[in-house]
């Protein structure tokens, strides 16, 4: 059987909860075009996203660890795979778009500088005079603007829901924009990628902190949620070993996610939702964990912040993040001569502030480290 865009989309429609968020219903993209024969709408953005340089480049972009500090540590890009495979996970068992899910869990870190957090505060700082910068605006930029790879329009013409979920990411350490329609909540799809990018990053998080020994198996059992699940595997602190790490953070992952889901299920029947009307609506979010998890989170949030992400090493690596951009950052927009030559058509265009930190945070971990050294070291060639 030939399935064509049009049976997909009647497939949505018999399947999908009513409060799903529909293609067939999509408000449409910015630029007028023809949808594709065998994909939905949804569908065609994910595959957008995907092939655009900036997802390619979050393979060697810093998700707590620097790239060249380990082969095995999540970069950007394996945690946003990781995202996606939760938020399609939560989404199917709510009847929810997987697709839209799926795609907004692959944008939502499209705009994120090199060296994680500690590079977007750093170009936050130096560009606070021209607005500063945030990852999620940033990422529309992306692709609104900055990917060119269509004739007709600049950047990907992605459907107005992706743009939504994009913008109204939320996380303890992300922003939504509040210029996006501020008293709609977001399309539950959009709201369970909010959510997955917690659970991932708890999970992925503790397991890169117990490999690396930047946390012991004995300090992460001090954590209320972490020695309730040790206890049920039967796993000792004091013989840890590799499958018992792959077996506490698998656990982990899936009581999050199950709670997840039974809770937002429990919450979308309180409130009576029928429709995505009725989200958008809604004095709240739906998607949530119950609050017994979600007191067990937070003191493991407090923990990885207190033991991992304040790690001395740590420390010391987001001091050079610190220092490697913000001589970049000087150096160009100083002389933007040394820019390449794309980069200097954007300097006529945007300014020397907008188009150094368009060019700062698009580059990879390694690219700005070779970039600082060929301005500042005079042994290596530029």
């Known amino acids: 059987m030939l399935m064509s865009r049009a049976r997909l989309e009647d497939a949505e429609r018999r399947t999908l909860a009513p409060y799903a968020a529909f293609a067939g219903d999509s408000r449409g993209r910015l630029h007028t075009e023809d949808e594709s024969e065998f994909r939905t709408a949804f569908q065609k953005d994910r595959d957008r996203v995907i092939h655009t340089s900036a997802f390619r480049r979050l393979e060697y972009k810093t998700q707590v660890f620097v790239n060249y500090e380990g082969d095995y540590y999540r970069t950007r890009l394996t945690h946003t795979l990781e995202v996606a495979q939760v938020a399609r996970a939560i989404s199917r068992a709510l009847g929810l778009n997987e697709d839209l899910a799926e795609t907004v869990a692959l944008a939502h870190d499209l705009g994120h500088p090199p060296f994680g957090h500690a590079g977007e505060r750093t170009l936050d700082r130096l560009a606070a005079d021209a607005g500063g910068f945030d990852h999620n605006r940033q990422s529309l930029r992306i692709v609104t603007e900055l990917e060119r790879r269509y ?223 060929k301005l500042f070291d005079p042994m290596t060639l530029t």
């Open 151 to 373: 004739p007709g329009f600049a950047g990907l013409n992605l459907t107005w829901e992706t743009l939504e979920g994009i913008m109204k990411h939320e996380t303890e350490y992300d922003v939504a924009d509040a210029s996006w329609e501020p008293d709609a909540r977001p399309s539950l799809e959009a709201q369970v990628v909010n959510v997955a990018d917690e659970l991932a990053y708890n999970a992925h998080d503790l397991d890169d902190g117990l490999r690396s020994g930047h946390l012991s198996p004995t300090q992460v059992a001090e954590v209320g949620v972490v020695d309730r699940l040790m206890r049920r595997l039967g796993v000792d602190p004091a013989r840890f070993d590799n499958r018992a790490r792959y077996a506490l953070v698998r656990e982990l992952l899936g009581t999050m996610i199950d709670d997840t889901i039974r809770h937002t299920h429990a919450a979308v029947e309180d409130a009576g939702i029928a429709s995505i009307d009725d989200v958008r609506a809604h004095d709240d979010t739906l998607v949530r964990h119950g609050d017994e998890l979600a007191a067990e989170l937070a003191e493991l949030k407090r923990f990885l912040y207190r033991n991992l992400y304040h790690h001395h090493r740590q420390i010391r690596m987001t001091r050079k993040a610190d220092h490697i951009l913000e001589r970049l950052y000087h150096a160009y927009v100083g002389q933007p001569d040394m820019l390449p030559p794309n980069v200097r058509a954007e300097v006529d265009r945007l300014g020397a502030q907008q188009a150094v930190v368009d060019y700062l945070s698009g580059m990879t971990d390694r690219y700005a480290t070779v970039e600082y050294r």
